[in-house]
């Protein structure tokens, strides 16, 4: 009997096209695992099991009838289960972005990155787990409830991705999409024990994503191998007319070697992802993953990114500065739920102060702050000069390297509740993945060790803008030399 948890996704491609696994057996295998899973996980905020079940017989029809007439290729993902995070809209199914001020919002049209994946054949199994709006790096500020982390259950799964990496890490689906503002795919990825790429900003459509710091936010793909996530990427990744922001660069499919091999690649190890305070297992995982690229062939070297330090203050002023813009619709007029009050302004006072979350408010105050007049010059204006540096760092590291190697966080998943009185603590988790965000240039993180606790600890590559290709290459010769990525949590 195959042992659907471990198939990738070529692998189920495979299976699918050649009669041995039917879309069907494969969608109740995920139902299933969600059902055993999810009272002690929380990975979903909404569950599409009886409309999944009929998408796969149909799947299965279509299956059916290509193998009587293969005319035209299949579509790639025909059959296939996923999960999306939900700040995507999916269209009749809510989207809520894990907050009271969208609970009964239900988008009328489909994320194009969605439509992608449906145009491909992928059944959509529901909608994840996020921190309110994608803020925080926990899923602690979901307004429906932590996801909790598969590896150890008193633990977070990080975020704000954590509901989809959960899912992805427990097998209750093959791959999931995510976002990434400042981490959310990567630092989930990390702390989940599975593989997840942030793309260059611009390279995957935002249309049907809710935003939250539009100069930042990228779709993401988790799935368990770069192969896997490789596979996704191409089908979401290109331009897109509703999306002016969208690169008209084409995305070239990615092609991958079997032959672990990996000559002629300059890795640069950046001195200042390796702070104190950082997790020495963490830091020594790291380093031997890096030793096993260069016993690959990959040439490294030292290299030194000067303004990352400010990666930190500076995110936290243009993060928020643009979320409390992109956040000023929810009004109690135009989505969701309404506390009535005698006059208008009454209405949105209370309908906010009542249904958005303390994370929330203290970005859009902190954000409000920030753009004032007065204060304009002195914090925006300056954490955009800023931003402008720290991009200039990678590009002159770029000149040098092909791909950055560092760590994806500075700990392992920590516990749910640890830092959620202190909202300082929580945001210096994000320290080495905002600079990527801010510069705009691709990321990966993936499984490279565990730690004493049996946690995963999660390595991150980065490379040029749109140079995604040579993240998944080096991360896929990564997986054919180890077998991180093949550990599963035992649930
Ligand atoms: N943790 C960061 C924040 O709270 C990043 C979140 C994200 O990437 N969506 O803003």
């Given at each position: 009997?195959?042992?659907l948890a471990t198939?990738?996704?070529?692998q189920?491609?495979?299976?699918?096209?050649?009669?041995?696994?039917?879309s069907?057996?494969?969608?109740?295998?995920?139902?299933?695992?969600i059902?055993?899973?999810?009272?002690?996980?929380?990975?979903?905020?909404?569950?599409?099991?009886?409309?999944?079940?009929?998408?796969?017989?149909?799947?299965?029809?279509?299956?059916?009838?290509?193998?009587?007439?293969?005319?035209?290729?299949?579509?790639?993902?025909t059959g296939?289960?996923?999960?999306?995070?939900?700040?995507?809209?999916v269209?009749?199914?809510?989207?809520?972005?894990?907050?009271?001020?969208?609970?009964?919002?239900i988008p009328?049209?489909h994320?194009?990155?969605?439509e992608?994946?449906l145009?491909?054949?992928?059944?959509l199994?529901?909608?994840t787990?996020?921190?309110e709006?994608?803020?925080?790096?926990?899923t602690?500020?979901s307004?429906?409830?932590?996801?909790?982390n598969?590896?150890?259950l008193?633990?977070a799964?990080?975020g704000?991705?954590?509901?989809s990496?959960a899912?992805?890490?427990?097998?209750m689906?093959?791959?999931?999409?995510?976002t990434?503002?400042?981490?959310s795919?990567?630092?989930?990825?990390?702390?989940?024990?599975?593989t997840?790429?942030?793309p260059?900003?611009g390279?995957?459509?935002?249309?049907?994503?809710v935003a939250?710091?539009?100069?930042?936010d990228?779709?993401?793909?988790l799935a368990?191998?770069?192969?896997?996530?490789?596979l996704?990427?191409s089908?979401v990744?290109g331009h897109d007319?509703?999306?002016?922001?969208?690169?008209?660069q084409?995305?070239?499919?990615v092609?991958?070697?079997?032959e672990?091999?990996?000559?002629g690649?300059r890795?640069?190890?950046?001195?200042?992802?390796f702070?104190?305070?950082?997790?020495?297992e963490?830091?020594?995982?790291?380093?031997?993953?890096?030793?096993?690229?260069?016993?690959?062939?990959?040439?490294v070297?030292?290299?030194?990114?000067p303004?990352?330090?400010?990666?930190?203050p500076?995110y936290?002023?243009?993060?928020?500065?643009?979320?409390?813009?992109?956040?000023?619709?929810?009004?109690g007029?135009r989505y969701g739920?309404?506390?009535?009050a005698e006059?208008?302004w009454?209405v949105?006072?209370?309908?906010r102060?009542?249904?958005?979350?303390?994370?929330?408010?203290r970005?859009?105050?902190?954000g409000?702050?920030?753009?004032?007049?007065?204060?304009?010059?002195?914090?925006?204006g300056k954490?955009?000069k800023?931003?402008?540096?720290i991009?200039?760092?990678?590009?002159?590291?770029f000149e040098?390297?092909?791909?950055?190697?560092a760590?994806?966080?500075?700990t392992t998943?920590?516990?749910?509740?640890?830092?959620t009185?202190?909202?300082?603590a929580m945001?210096l988790?994000d320290v080495?993945?905002?600079?990527?965000?801010?510069?705009?240039?691709?990321?990966?993180?993936?499984?490279?060790?565990?730690?004493?606790?049996?946690?995963?600890?999660?390595?991150?590559?980065?490379?040029s803008?749109?140079n995604?290709?040579?993240?998944?290459r080096?991360?896929h010769?990564?997986?054919?030399?180890?077998?991180?990525?093949?550990?599963?949590?035992?649930?």
């Amino acid at each position: 009997m195959t042992d659907l948890a471990t198939l990738t996704l070529k692998q189920t491609q495979q299976l699918l096209q050649s009669g041995e696994l039917s879309s069907l057996e494969l969608t109740r295998f995920y139902l299933q695992q969600i059902e055993r899973l999810e009272p002690s996980l929380h990975a979903f905020l909404h569950l599409a099991a009886e409309a999944a079940i009929a998408q796969s017989v149909q799947a299965d029809q279509c299956i059916t009838a290509w193998r009587r007439q293969p005319q035209q290729p299949l579509p790639a993902l025909t059959g296939i289960p996923l999960a999306v995070k939900d700040v995507l809209c999916v269209q009749g199914m809510p989207c809520t972005c894990g907050s009271r001020i969208l609970e009964n919002f239900i988008p009328p049209y489909h994320a194009t990155v969605v439509e992608r994946l449906l145009a491909q054949g992928a059944i959509l199994l529901g909608k994840t787990n996020t921190d309110e709006f994608a803020m925080g790096s926990s899923t602690e500020n979901s307004a429906y409830g932590a996801t909790r982390n598969p590896w150890d259950l008193s633990r977070a799964p990080g975020g704000s991705s954590g509901g989809s990496a959960a899912a992805v890490a427990a097998r209750m689906a093959p791959f999931a999409l995510g976002t990434d503002t400042g981490g959310s795919v990567r630092q989930p990825a990390s702390f989940c024990g599975v593989t997840g790429i942030k793309p260059t900003y611009g390279r995957v459509s935002r249309y049907g994503l809710v935003a939250y710091g539009s100069s930042l936010d990228v779709v993401g793909v988790l799935a368990r191998t770069a192969a896997d996530v490789a596979l996704v990427f191409s089908l979401v990744a290109g331009h897109d007319r509703r999306d002016a922001t969208t690169t008209r660069q084409p995305v070239a499919p990615v092609v991958l070697q079997d032959e672990p091999q990996l000559r002629g690649l300059r890795v640069g190890v950046p001195d200042e992802y390796f702070i104190t305070g950082i997790q020495p297992e963490v830091e020594n995982a790291v380093r031997q993953a890096v030793n096993v690229l260069q016993q690959l062939g990959a040439e490294v070297q030292a290299i030194s990114l000067p303004h990352t330090e400010y990666a930190l203050p500076v995110y936290y002023l243009i993060a928020p500065a643009e979320a409390s813009a992109n956040l000023a619709r929810y009004d109690g007029v135009r989505y969701g739920p309404r506390l009535p009050a005698e006059v208008l302004w009454d209405v949105f006072f209370r309908t906010r102060g009542a249904k958005f979350g303390a994370e929330v408010k203290r970005r859009i105050m902190l954000g409000t702050y920030a753009l004032s007049a007065g204060y304009y010059d002195a914090y925006y204006g300056k954490a955009q000069k800023v931003r402008t540096l720290i991009k200039q760092d990678f590009a002159r590291a770029f000149e040098a390297v092909d791909v950055i190697a560092a760590p994806v966080a500075p700990t392992t998943a920590f516990r749910l509740g640890q830092h959620t009185d202190d909202p300082l603590a929580m945001y210096l988790e994000d320290v080495f993945t905002l600079p990527a965000n801010l510069a705009g240039v691709p990321g990966l993180a993936f499984p490279v060790g565990f730690d004493q606790h049996g946690l995963p600890v999660g390595m991150q590559l980065m490379a040029s803008h749109y140079n995604e290709t040579t993240l998944l290459r080096t991360a896929h010769a990564y997986q054919q030399a180890t077998s991180w990525h093949t550990c599963q949590p035992e649930l």
